[in-house]
């Protein structure tokens, strides 16, 4: 199990639909690893962190691997849905704003 600052995380090999953020040196509970964010490509959140170097030859097994942050996964989905459901009824209030409108114009001929 892993952990990170907002709760559960996931150690992965692979990650697909992310950009890599700026190199960083970071002090963690294991000890000080070179990091970089990672981004996702849709919404551009910080979901997690690529290992890119740790000090300690016991964590040398992260480097290369990726840990997802549960918590800033969920809050982009979260946030997403949010933007879909405003932008929804946005789209849907002016689709209703023309029906009207398309009516009045065709009552004055």
Request: with cysteine; glycine share 8%.
């Amino acid at each position: 199990m892993f952990r990170c600052k907002h709760g559960k995380a996931y150690l992965l090999d692979k990650m697909v639909n992310v950009n890599d953020g700026e190199k960083d040196e970071r002090m963690m509970t294991t000890g000080m690893h070179t990091v970089c964010d990672i981004f996702c490509v849709a919404c551009g959140s910080i979901v997690g962190w690529k290992y890119l170097a740790a000090v300690d030859k016991a964590q040398r097994y992260k480097v290369g691997k990726f840990l997802l942050d549960r918590a800033e996964v969920l809050a982009a989905v979260v946030g997403a849905a949010h933007t879909h459901a405003a932008t929804a009824t946005a789209s849907s209030g002016d689709e209703e704003d023309d029906d009207n409108q398309q009516q009045s114009d065709d009552d004055s001929d």
